[in-house]
């Protein structure tokens, strides 16, 4: 199904797209595509009342835009302002302007087979040229092409350097019990501290952005199959973190329920060549060296083991059998003496002598 979106200047030309949808994305881009095609962005876009620009416009209270549809026009620094509901005269040059692309397309689609929406739009291009150069009987010697340019263009703002990235926001969505939010029929994680609170969801086709309180707290990978749910272990209570350590052997998600030197040494291991029961081995060693020392004095050899330049398991045990872990390694650092000048050291000179 494909959709014409047309779009008028204040004054006379025309421009005109075909998208697969009136979903946001393709209104968005739609939008985008004629503000490039107007050289310039206008002080007002005046919508029609279509979802992917105005949630609700009831009479006699104020419309509400689409979220991602205000955050375009924010963009470029313009107002999102719908055409009144069932008011088409609030828009009638539009209106008019629709009623002639659809003529020419359907004109020139007749004897065509069927088209790829790029060839469509290229198809539209050219008639978009036609329509708005062609000469206009209630102006002689104008057209909608000579008329933008001496009366709309120099009332246009400069156009923003960068295009609009397109996201879709879902404002005020509750985090549930399981820290997660649906979107699209996924579920992405947020941080387990924020259970029982509103939050937004910016997304676009790449990732998935939760925000709280205007602040962006987890960011995902949009997922391609409905039902997944992607998790980020930063967002989970530590007894869910450690069960799910426990349950994967997983070494690093296990240093996540530790401090920073803990964490140091284990990025330092996982990045050793370890597979299968080796890797197993590793994280069954951290594990047990943990209950018997306590997390106090693990995380303090750690720390020195970083410092002393040394983040390796086995400098981790060496630290802890000998009791070092509350020293600093520079304490056991000899400095570098000058011997003191005698009659036995030959010294630099003795070597020189007279080149023959």
């Keep these: 199904m494909h959709t014409a979106n047309k779009l008028d200047s204040g004054g006379q030309d025309t421009f005109a797209c075909v998208t697969r949808s009136q979903r946001a994305s393709d209104w968005i881009w739609a939008n985008e595509q004629a503000l490039r095609f107007f050289g310039g962005v206008p002080q007002v876009i005046i919508s029609d009342n279509l979802k992917a620009a105005v949630i609700s416009h009831k009479r006699g209270q104020p419309p509400v835009i689409n979220p991602t549809f205000q955050a375009f026009c924010d963009h470029h620094g313009t107002i999102a302002r719908p055409a009144k509901a ?72 400069p156009l923003q350097g960068d295009p609009f990235a397109f996201f879709e926001v879902s404002r005020q969505l509750l985090l549930g019990p399981d820290y997660h ?56 209570p530590p007894n869910h973190l450690a069960r799910r350590a426990g349950e994967d052997e997983d070494l690093v998600l296990w240093s996540r329920l530790h401090g920073p ?37 693990l995380e303090a050899a750690c720390a020195r083991a970083v410092r002393s330049g040394e983040p390796r398991l086995a400098h981790v045990r060496n630290i802890l059998d000998r009791n070092l872990e509350f020293t600093d390694p520079a304490d056991f650092v000899t400095p570098p003496t000058a011997a003191a000048p005698n009659e036995n050291v030959r010294g630099p000179d003795y070597f020189a002598g007279d080149e023959s």
Aim: glycine share 8%; no cysteine; proline share 5%.
């Design 86 to 157: 069932y008011s088409p005269t609030h828009k009638a040059k539009v209106e008019i302007g629709v009623k002639l692309i659809q003529r020419l397309l359907r004109l020139a689609l007749a004897d065509r087979p069927a088209m790829s929406l790029g060839e469509m739009n290229a198809l539209l291009a050219s008639l978009l040229i036609r329509l708005n150069t062609k000469a206009l009987r209630r102006a002689p010697g104008e057209s909608r092409a000579s008329l933008f340019e001496r009366l709309d263009r120099p009332a246009l703002r």
């Design 181 to 236: 939010v649906m979107h699209d029929q996924r579920r992405y994680s947020a941080p387990h501290t924020l259970i029982g609170r509103r939050v937004d969801v910016r997304a676009n086709a790449v990732t998935v952005e939760i925000w709280h309180d205007g602040k962006p707290v987890g960011i995902h990978p949009r997922l391609a199959v409905a039902g997944e749910a992607s998790t980020d272990p930063a967002h989970m």
């Design 261 to 297: 030197g803990v964490q140091a040494v284990v990025q330092g291991e996982a990045g050793r060549p370890f597979f299968g029961a080796a890797k197993t081995a590793v994280y069954r060693s951290f594990r047990d060296l943990a209950r018997r020392v306590g997390t106090v004095r």
